[in-house]
Structures are given as structure tokens and as C-alpha cells.
């Protein structure tokens, strides 16, 4: 038999870093790569709901990028493994839709097709990540510039997404 699912060693309320450290579960690191955690799986149910197979690879890969960020933010004292090609990269998918859609005259109310609400839900989930990982800098812990504007760009791409889902 393999490893158990169940390890008994956080019942009193703490939890493992990546790198072993034992922290409080209610602590603002583990806030912070909780809410990536939950972003991932919004961004996998966004996929499953997605009618476009060019976006559901895109979000396919973002998806396997939050591996590293979690493990960024779930690491204390290591090098960064999203790096500014991450964050490029997400520009590039940006521009290119971007570049297939009308400019935007006004406010979208999200709603009216399931995959594009569901990136709009990706989109807002990605910003409270961002501003955990704020609140955790601006308490004195370490945190990698990288993996905050690597939030604030994939913001900007699930908006993005979000509109080609449902103007494309």
C-alpha cells in the first residue's frame, strides 16, 4: 500500500512548508498558496467548461505554472521557480487575443456564457491570491517580487481569456 492521503499531523492545526518548516494553518503563508491552490482548481473546472481547445491549453499550462508558484510561496529561502519568462509569456497570450477582439466599450457583466463567467470567477480568485501574497510581504515575510506580478499578470490573462471564451 502507498502512502496514506491522511497523515494525522495536522489536527492541531498546523501544516508542513514544502521545505519542512511546520506553520500555523491559520498563518498568511498558508492563506496565500491556499488561495493558489483554489485558483488551480477554479482554473480546472474553467478548462473542463471551455468550448475552445487553444484556451483550454493555455489554461492547461497555467495550471501546471501554479505547481511552481504554490511551491514558490510554500518555500522559505529558495530561488524562484516562476521566472520573468513566465510572466512574458503570459503577455504574449494577452497580446494575441487581444489582438483577435474588438476593442472593449464597455462593462462586461459576467454571466451570460459558463466558460467565460467561470474565467471571470478564475480572474477574481487570481486577484485575492495576489493580495495574500501582498498581505504576506507587507508583514515582514519574504516573498518573491516575480510571483506578485506573475499574479497581477494572470489577472489580466484570465480577463482576457474570459472575453475570447465568449466573443471568439
Known amino acids: 500500500m ?3 492521503v491522511y497523515t494525522k499531523t495536522g489536527d ?5 512548508l514544502y521545505t519542512g518548516e511546520r506553520l500555523s494553518k491559520a498563518s498568511l503563508r498558508v492563506e496565500a498558496y491556499g488561495t493558489i491552490d ?3 482548481s477554479v ?3 474553467a478548462r473542463a467548461f471551455s468550448e475552445h481547445e487553444d484556451i483550454q491549453q493555455v489554461i492547461y499550462d497555467i495550471e501546471k505554472e501554479l505547481w511552481q ?4 510561496v510554500a518555500s522559505l529561502g529558495q530561488e524562484p521557480t516562476i521566472t520573468d519568462a513566465h510572466i512574458e509569456n503570459l503577455e504574449k497570450i494577452i497580446d494575441s ?3 483577435k477582439m474588438e476593442p472593449l466599450t464597455k462593462f462586461i457583466v459576467p454571466g451570460d456564457k459558463k466558460s467565460s463567467a467561470l474565467l471571470h470567477q478564475s480572474r477574481t480568485v487570481t486577484r485575492r491570491a495576489e493580495r495574500a501574497l501582498w498581505r504576506l510581504s507587507e508583514s515582514g515575510e519574504t516573498v518573491h ?8 499578470r494572470l489577472s489580466d490573462c484570465c480577463y482576457m481569456l474570459a472575453r475570447a471564451e465568449f466573443e471568439l
Not at 492541531?12 to 508542513?16: A, L, N, Y
Not at 517580487?145 to 497581477?152: P, S, T, W
Open 2 to 4: 502507498g502512502a496514506k
Open 12 to 16: 492541531k492545526g498546523s501544516t508542513s
Open 38 to 40: 483554489e485558483l488551480q
Open 43 to 45: 482554473l480546472g473546472v
Open 69 to 72: 508558484l504554490m511551491a514558490d
Open 97 to 99: 487575443y487581444d489582438a
Open 145 to 152: 517580487d516575480v510571483d506578485i506580478r506573475y499574479l497581477n
